[in-house]
Every structure is written in structure tokens, then in C-alpha cells.
């Protein structure tokens, strides 16, 4: 098999690749919001059944949820899931989404109280001081471990290939297997060096962006 036709069949099956990363990020970032706010929430049940739900979801392998979300309504329900992709995409979206309502959270405690309280101050509303002053500083703190997630996301896709999603990884190892040639399994870093040198440069274009705010 020639490296043209391996390139070709890796090009192809990086559509699952791609479609895996931007619809967890689609779906994790709002989703992640409102994690953040019920782990925040006042209503102490809430927040107390949302924290454990974070520990669960943080505590164990993203594979195990990938196979639990699967597997489960089968074995459970007696339902079983017959979309991959789209098991794929919930149990990806639940993971990440966690992952970003913490780092929402972590954010928003290192706002100083007295942003707010300068804000009352001024006769400006809690929403207003929210929306106009907190959540831009908060947006610029939490960038660079939002952008340490999502390259780990871009990574973290060659574990659909697990249920059989024919992803990157998926595609080099029917190659290896068939074709008795391993190399196109190691030339399948050069497709996650290039999405991952492509987000490097866009954060960091962000990040300057961002600079004109110095907190």
C-alpha cells in the first residue's frame, strides 16, 4: 500500500476525528456552564448531588464512560444503543463538560469579593458586574487551561476506536492488520501534531487578543 493511498484513507477517516472534537467542544462548553452553575447552586441538594456527580465522572477513565454510555442502555434497559457516534459524543460531551465546569469555577473564586461589592457600590447590579466586569477576567484566566483541555480533547478521540468508530487510530490499525505494515500507525501522529500545532497557534492568538485586559 503506498503512502499516498494510506494518507488518502487516513484523511478520510480524520472526519470522525474532527466531528468528535468540535461537537464535544459544541456541547461540553455551555454544558459545562450549567454543571458549574448547580456545583455553585445555594440549594444545597443540588449542589451536593452535582458534586458527586463531578467526582464520578472525574474519577474514572474516560474508555470506562465511553463503555458504560454504549453498553449500558443494553445491558440496563434491555435498549440497546445503536449509534456509536453517537454514544461517542455523549459520553465525550459528560467528561469534558465536567472537566470545563471546573475550571469555570475555579475562575470565577479567584474573582475578588470586592469586584462585587465596588459594583453594589456604584449602583450596579449583580448581573451587570457579572456580565461587564467578572466574567471577562474570568474568561482571560481560565484560557490557558481551557486550551490544555481541548488539545488533550483533540488526543482523547482516538479512544472512540474502542467501540468502533472508524476514527484515525481505527483506520491505521485496519491497515497494519491488513496490510502487514506498521508504520501507518505511527504516521498517525502526524495528523494529531498538525490539529494540535493548529490550536497551539490559535490560542496563543487568543491569548494576545486578550491582553488588553491585564487582571
Do not use: H
Amino acid at each position: 500500500m503506498s503512502f499516498w493511498d494510506v494518507t488518502l484513507k487516513l484523511l478520510d477517516a480524520s472526519k470522525y476525528t474532527v466531528g468528535i472534537f468540535f461537537l464535544t467542544l459544541l456541547i461540553a462548553i455551555p454544558l459545562g456552564m450549567v454543571v458549574c452553575a448547580f456545583a455553585m447552586s445555594k440549594f444545597k441538594p443540588l449542589k451536593y448531588v452535582t458534586q458527586v456527580f463531578i467526582w464520578i465522572i472525574r474519577g474514572t477513565p474516560l474508555m470506562l464512560q465511553l463503555v458504560v454510555v454504549f453498553y449500558g442502555p443494553g445491558l440496563i434497559l434491555g435498549i440497546p444503543m445503536q449509534d456509536r457516534f453517537l454514544a461517542t459524543i455523549i459520553a465525550f460531551s459528560i467528561n469534558y463538560a465536567v472537566y470545563f465546569a471546573e475550571i469555570y469555577r475555579g475562575g470565577i473564586l479567584a474573582m475578588p469579593i470586592g469586584q462585587y461589592e465596588a459594583g453594589k457600590v456604584l449602583g450596579i447590579s449583580r448581573m451587570q458586574v457579572n456580565r461587564l466586569i467578572i466574567l471577562p477576567q474570568v474568561a482571560k484566566k481560565i484560557t490557558p487551561a481551557m486550551s490544555n483541555e481541548v488539545i488533550t480533547l483533540v488526543k482523547d478521540t482516538s479512544l472512540a476506536n474502542f467501540i468502533g468508530i472508524a476514527e484515525i487510530i481505527f483506520a491505521a490499525k485496519s491497515i497494519v492488520s491488513t496490510k502487514a505494515i506498521i508504520w501507518p500507525l505511527f504516521y498517525t501522529g502526524v495528523f494529531y501534531l498538525a490539529m494540535v500545532g493548529l490550536l497551539t497557534l490559535f490560542f496563543k492568538w487568543l491569548e494576545k487578543r486578550m491582553n488588553y485586559y491585564r487582571a
